[in-house]
């Protein structure tokens, strides 16, 4: 089964500057789908950006942008110029491409809280 | 707008007494299914379907009950809660691209119940 890490709890950075979000995942698929997910206070889960595995090029959507490693199977979440309202939780989350059990399951992170200093 | 619709919102209740989350979707997707969010743990899958009457368990199915009777609704059934079962819930649904599951999923705004 697909297990996903993330080992920070909680992070904090300061308005402005940039932070990064770690999480690892464990698959023996050579492809799949990758994606990062914001939770505000509001609850609502927003998707922040998506990486299919087969695609080497980093994803990359506005200030935020990823660390594919592959090899690594390491998935990171860059914030540049962070922003009071990037505050939130944010969870990893993987999707296995095609078949098999549980096919269409996202597998997601524990989750890291991510604190904004202005 | 498109968009996953779950009630109620907050739903406080006692245990042994049975209580239905509503979930509906408005965007043809075949792919729904309901999760729970507790903390340290990250979001859990419940049930999921792949289409109208076709549902199958997650990883923590006990205690719960699902139908899929029409494509845009996913209700789910928690037929004597216990308190263990105090969690905030998620449905989600998410469309089919060329018969892959390449999108994340939409999510409804989410159920916070507490077990008494």
């Known amino acids: ?118 | 707008e498109a968009q996953v619709t779950q009630n109620p919102r907050y739903l406080i209740t006692v245990t042994g007494k049975k209580l239905t989350v509503t979930c509906s979707q408005n965007m043809n997707h075949e792919y729904m299914s309901w999760y729970r969010q507790d903390p340290g743990l990250g979001l859990r899958q419940i049930y999921y379907s792949m289409n109208v009457e076709v549902t199958d368990k997650g990883d923590v199915p006990e205690g719960y009950k699902v139908s899929r009777k029409e494509k845009r609704n996913f209700p789910l059934i928690l037929e004597s809660p216990s308190p263990n079962q105090t969690s905030l819930y998620f449905c989600a649904s998410s469309k089919m691209d060329r018969g892959r599951y390449g999108y994340g999923y939409t999510f409804g705004s989410g159920t916070r119940l507490t077990v008494v």
């Open chain 1, 1 to 118: 089964a697909q297990t996903v890490t993330q080992s920070q709890p909680e992070m904090s950075v300061q308005e402005a500057e940039t932070v990064t979000l770690s999480c690892t995942y464990d698959t023996s698929e050579s492809d799949y789908y990758l994606f990062w997910y914001k939770q505000p206070p509001s609850r609502q889960m927003i998707l922040v950006i998506r990486q299919e595995a087969y695609k080497q090029q980093n994803a990359t959507e506005n200030r935020f942008s990823v660390n594919f490693q592959k090899a690594a199977k390491s998935f990171s979440l860059k914030i540049s110029d962070s922003q009071l309202g990037d505050a939130a939780m944010y969870f990893c989350a993987y999707r296995r491409k095609a078949g098999g059990t549980s096919y269409g399951k996202l597998t997601f992170g524990q989750g890291t809280i991510l604190t904004v200093h202005p």
